[in-house]
């Protein structure tokens, strides 16, 4: 089955400052990646998204890019602020259909002002 | 869009009685609903995967018969803890996918907090 691996599992950075998280996957049929944000408490949250027929994807200070040839992608948030901070999760598709995900282990972004 | 919602977001229970959850997806429709279990500073663990007007498939590990879940209509998952026991006290969150979507996307509902004295 898939296996990811996420990296760094905590990451203190500056306000403004950029923060970058990295995941690797194992199974090559897997052709869709999200990231979800969870706060406290709460559910996870959808932050952005790719698919394995785009190398990078933007939405205003966020973005993904992926390598389909190493299996890894990575989350990139620019001018970090402090309500950036939270548990970040990756994932990848998999399972019959691969309809189902599998996460990562989750990075904790901590922003300080 | 694409807003789920669960009740409750808290339940506290004694041990050996059965709890509901219920899933909803507000805004649209999914032929498909996943359950999840997180304990404190983990990952999310996928429970089942349920399919509208079938049998949900359970993950290895997770036991069918405590574990109730069932998907009736287009909008509504529910996962009855059966018999409940302090080691099934968990964070219990549910997710939809849009049946009008390309596939994958996942919508995560606010969770429900399980404590079982």
């Known amino acids: 089955g898939e296996n990811v691996e996420q990296h760094p599992s905590t990451l203190s950075v500056q306000e403004g400052d950029s923060a970058v998280i990295k995941c690797t996957y194992s199974?090559?049929?897997?052709?869709?990646f999200p990231w979800y944000k969870q706060e406290l408490g709460k559910g996870p949250q959808l932050i952005i998204d790719?698919?394995?027929?785009?190398g990078e994807k933007k939405d205003q200070r966020i973005a993904v890019t992926l390598n389909k040839t190493a299996k890894h992608f990575s989350l990139h948030i620019t001018e970090t602020q402090p309500e950036d901070s939270a548990v970040y999760f990756c994932?990848?598709?998999?399972?019959?259909?691969?309809?189902?995900?599998?996460f990562g282990k989750g990075t904790m972004l901590l922003v300080s002002p | 869009g694409a807003v789920v919602s669960q009740h409750p977001s808290w339940v506290i229970c004694k041990s050996g009685t059965s709890v509901k959850i219920e899933c909803r997806s507000l805004?649209?429709?999914?032929?498909?609903m996943f359950w999840y279990r997180q304990f404190p500073k983990q990952s999310l663990m996928l429970m089942a995967t349920?399919?509208?007007?079938?049998?949900?498939?359970?993950e290895q590990g997770v036991e069918k018969d405590k574990f109730l879940i069932n998907h009736a209509s287009l909008t509504l998952s529910t996962l009855t803890v059966t018999s409940a026991h302090p080691e099934d006290s968990s964070f219990y969150i549910c997710?939809?996918?849009?049946?009008?979507?390309?596939?994958?996307?996942?919508?995560f509902g606010p969770g429900t907090r399980l404590t079982v004295l």
């Open positions: 997710s939809a996918s849009p049946m009008d979507r390309a596939g994958n996307e996942q919508f």
């Open positions: 805004d649209f429709q999914a032929t498909t």
């Open positions: 790719i698919r394995s027929n785009v």
């Open positions: 349920s399919n509208e007007g079938s049998k949900a498939t359970y």
């Open positions: 994932a990848a598709n998999t399972g019959s259909g691969y309809s189902t995900l599998t």
């Open positions: 199974d090559s049929a897997s052709n869709y």
